[in-house]
């Protein structure tokens, strides 16, 4: 078989080709030739030139153990066409001269191919978040999902919801309507949300137009990301712009006349820079009676590489989000106190009650990002990113505040609420390699500051112009729910005309210094230590506007993590891990801080987690995890004395999860898994007894999708999700069904440049629960949806 390429042999790992030349010890992953050569040119101390846009996109063999100079560099480029040729200092890379000259290859066998990226299909095989280097998953200790930029497609995801619904043991909640609020491992977080490892924690819903692949990170994650990732975080990596072009066009119709428009473009400007750009349009309607959305976002990016050691990553984006506030439908038969006693209201699942046309919400958001990485000649790579955000959210509710009462009447409330956030994070990491005697080390350090000032400002929604607690509930008929009692919203600085309850008028400025230290430590080729801390001081500055009262805390945050990883061979690893993270007292949204807890220690969430992977082959992965997560300080009532409080252990959760991903044949793909959550409060605190089940957390859950292809033009797809049923509130009141799911889609390419998606979710049209905010917060499922999607590439 004759190739225009020459074919160079591969040497056998560890082995010394050059009888009498010098070797060296070098460990170099499989990855980007790029990467590779300059990791090679830093180990052996020697000057390796190249022309950038001959090795972009080329991938370079694993090499782990001792080579003379020569050897080594024949097999990062074995295949590649290209050869090093000695010269002055180091080594010249260059077209192979046997690269026009026909050469006869031996019979091989095809084996599944190895993965060079972080993602290959629905596999993953790195999580720079986990770490902040390039680890792979296997070697991390802890429990983390990939969803990635094909499965993104191929599900059709929009949503935060769309990605957790096949992430074992995380789950969503309804966020009343208008943000994202993610529940992992039995706790509710609104905040521990992350772009390219940098905190994006304002309530709002996020979209994934311009986003590669989404992390979810379960267990407590303090030693990386700092306060909060109490249970978990989801981390968004960005698209950024390279040399490859790229030019795309979606257009998507669906039920309930859903329509989006994306693109994205990718082009090279020279051999130095490259542009990117991203951007989307979305105006649809809902099945929910009222209730719509319009949504719009725009992404440019830019990649400079001034030498192959340095990298410049610049972008920008606005984002805007407009939409009807949709809390759901309420209980019915709810008995204060009695375990069971309600469930939701049965009416149709279109039912609006309050007003939608008196519950709209916004947000603008305005982010400016940087990434600025260099690797040095003496094996040391730093790396700085920074994030600038401005978020402007407002958002107004019309709802049910009440069960269905006897009367069949139900209470309406009325409220709304305006932030205002500017964040500044700006983090910097040194990365190094060292070999003490025959022990490795992989040691990450770093700092990070961030500023965060908030202003929030509330009023309370009042009836008929009575501006009195009375005025603050009028109700509606059962079967005639939507609310036209006049209505103002106004201030109450004091609670007087509340029942006591101020609304809020807050100024508050977070400043944060984090240093952190990560050992990766190789004992042994098959056992490995993961040990890092991490110490937060987190500064708040608190104003109630409504009084006056300013509060000043201080918080010393030290976050550690330990792990052991053993690999009874290479492609399994079994681990043990350890961490803790810590919620201060001003809460997930910063908004929280009082004189009944600005002196109190931050909540402390401690992880306890035996897992294991298995990467069964190159791009089919599956891990298990056993886990028991901690969370105390919890404020409480002190008993007889409800002007104290105290703190106190309050909940626990334990469970298992296992997930599969990747290709269980060439055509077909798979990714989903189970997991069994059991979380409960561990002492009674207001609103729930010890024992009772923690809100919104199903002891079971299991979801598996699937993608077959029958042809190189033609693929199917089928999803199943099943969740058992669960409590919508603490007070463990309201019974919540399960319910089992069906999904499925359909790919078909016409040519090379057009190719049709279309995606049935629900297709069996069953009637089910999505989420809730609480026992009269209630969000049905939606109806069987149709998507259809026209994809153009060029």
């Known amino acids: 078989m004759g190739i225009p390429h020459g074919v160079l042999a591969e040497p056998a790992a560890g082995a010394e080709i050059t009888p009498g030349a010098a070797s060296r010890a070098y460990d170099i992953s499989s990855g980007s030739l790029e990467a590779a050569l300059n990791q090679f040119a830093q180990q052996a101390g020697i000057d390796i030139t190249f022309n950038t846009a001959e090795v972009q996109g080329m991938a370079a063999h694993e090499l782990k153990g001792s080579f003379t100079e020569q050897a080594g560099l024949n097999r990062l480029l074995a295949g590649s066409g290209l050869e090093a040729v000695p010269q002055a200092g180091g080594y010249a890379v260059k077209k192979s001269a046997a690269a026009h000259q026909p050469a006869i290859l031996p019979a091989v066998n095809v084996t599944a191919p190895a993965i060079t990226g972080p993602t290959d299909g629905y596999m993953a095989t790195k999580s720079y978040s986990a770490t902040r280097t390039d680890t792979p998953l296997r070697d991390v200790p802890q429990s983390i999902t990939v969803v990635t930029r094909n499965l993104i497609k191929d599900q059709n995801m929009l949503s935060m919801g ?23 491992r039995g706790n509710n977080s609104t905040g521990d949300f992350y772009v390219d490892g940098l905190r994006d924690d304002v309530q709002y819903f996020r979209d994934l137009y311009n986003i590669d692949r989404v992390e979810v990170l379960k267990g407590s994650n303090g030693m990386i990301f700092g306060r909060g990732g109490a249970g978990g975080v989801i981390n968004r990596v960005t698209k950024e712009a390279g040399w490859t072009p790229i030019t795309e066009i979606s257009a998507q119709y669906g039920s309930f006349s859903q329509k989006r428009v994306a693109v994205d473009i990718n082009r090279a400007i020279n051999e130095v820079a490259a542009f990117r750009l991203n951007a989307m349009y979305e105006h649809s309607n809902s099945f929910r009676n009222g209730v719509d959305l319009e949504r719009g976002g725009v992404n440019p990016t830019v990649t400079i590489k001034p030498s192959a050691q340095t990298k410049i990553v610049v972008g920008g984006e606005y984002f805007t989000d407009n939409r009807v506030g949709d809390r759901g439908i309420p209980s019915f038969g709810t008995v204060s106190g009695v375990v069971d006693s309600g469930r939701p209201a049965e009416t149709h699942r279109s039912t609006f ?37 401005s978020y402007d959210k407002f958002y107004q509710n019309v709802f049910s505040s009440g069960q269905v009462s006897s009367a069949g009447t139900v209470p309406i409330q009325a409220y709304n609420d305006a932030t205002q956030r500017d964040n500044i994070f700006n983090q910097t990491d040194f990365l190094y390699n060292l070999n003490t005697g025959p022990i490795k080390h992989e040691i990450m350090t770093g700092v990070e500051y961030g500023r965060q000032v908030t202003d929030n400002f509330r009023n309370n929604g009042y009836f008929n112009n009575v501006f009195t607690n009375s005025g603050r509930t009028s109700s509606v008929s059962f079967f005639n729910p939507i609310s036209l009692t006049p209505l103002t919203f106004r201030p109450d600085p004091t609670g007087t005309a509340s029942g006591g309850s ?3 008028n807050n100024h508050g400025v977070i400043e944060v210094v984090g240093v952190y230290l990560l050992d990766q430590i190789t004992l042994h080729p098959q056992l490995k230590a993961v040990l890092g801390i991490r110490y937060d001081n987190f500064d708040t500055k608190f104003r109630n506007n409504n009084t006056g009262q300013s509060f000043h805390t201080n918080d010393g945050l030290i976050s550690p993590r330990a792990g052991l990883i053993y690999k009874p061979i290479e492609m399994v690893s079994i681990y043990g891990n350890y961490s803790l993270a810590y919620v201060p007292r001003a809460g997930d949204q910063l908004t929280s801080l009082s004189l009944t807890n600005a002196s109190l220690k931050p909540e402390q969430f401690m992880n306890l987690e ?27 009532p002190v008993p007889n004395d409800p002007t104290q409080t105290m703190l106190v252990d309050g909940q626990r959760a334990r469970g298992a999860e296992v997930g599969l991903m990747g290709r269980i044949t060439p055509q077909w793909s798979v990714m989903g898994g189970y997991a069994y959550t059991d979380a409960e409060i561990t002492r009674a605190i207001t609103g ?11 002891k079971h859950t299991f979801s598996m999708w699937n993608r077959y292809d029958f042809a190189p033009w033609l693929g199917l797809g089928l999803g199943v999700v099943y969740r058992s049923s669960m409590y919508a509130a603490l007070d463990n009141t309201v019974l919540l069904p399960g319910f089992t799911r069906l999904d499925s889609a359909m790919f078909v390419r016409l040519n090379k440049t057009l190719r049709v998606q279309a995606n049935i979710e629900n297709i069996a049209d069953i009637e089910y629960v999505a989420s809730a905010h609480n026992n009269n917060n209630i969000l049905p499922g939606a109806p069987r949806i149709y998507r259809l999607t026209v994809i153009a590439n060029f």
């Open 353 to 389: 009650f309050g007003d939608p046309n008196r519950s709209p919400n916004s947000v603008n958001v305005w982010a400016l990002n940087s990434l600025v990485e260099h690797a040095f000649d003496n094996g040391l790579t730093v790396r700085n990113r920074t994030r600038y955000a």
């Open 610 to 636: 035996l897992g294991a992977k298995w990467d069964i082959r190159p791009d089919l992965a599956l891990t298990a995890a056993l886990y028991q997560l901690e969370r105390s300080n919890v404020i409480a």
């Open 688 to 698: 729930a007894q010890a024992g009772a089940v923690v809100a919104q957390v199903p």
């Open 502 to 504: 101020a609304t809020a």
């Open 162 to 184: 769309d990605v957790v619904r096949y992430v074992p043991g995380v789950g969503i909640s309804q966020g009343e309507g208008n943000r994202d609020a993610v529940i992992f």
